[in-house]
């Protein structure tokens, strides 16, 4: 990851970003999903991310610099407006629409 990521939660709720790389840090801040975020430092685990008016941490599984987000290995979330528009694209290209 560099320059910007969107948060991302599964169940589409909001996101702590922290002001320490802990899960145990109190002082956080919740973030909601869609938000973008500048990223300062990627991490494995964590990456320092920036909202503008807040500098803090994020655990990096919740962040996407895309329209998907792989859940586990059975599982893709896929922002649903862009997937229509693709499909509407490739009906036009295949002429499967009237």
Do not use: F
């Amino acid at each position: 990851m560099a320059g910007k990521a969107t948060v991302w939660a599964p169940d589409g709720g909001k996101v702590k970003m922290r002001s320490i790389p802990s899960k145990d840090c109190n002082s956080y801040w919740n973030i909601p999903t869609g938000a973008t975020l500048d990223i300062i430092e990627e991490g494995a685990e964590w990456t320092h991310v920036s909202s503008g008016d807040h500098d803090g941490y994020m655990m990096t599984r919740y962040l996407t610099q895309n329209d998907t987000k792989v859940v586990d290995e059975n599982s893709v979330v896929v922002d649903r407006k862009r997937l229509e528009a693709v499909y509407d694209e490739l009906g036009d290209i295949l002429g499967l629409r009237g």
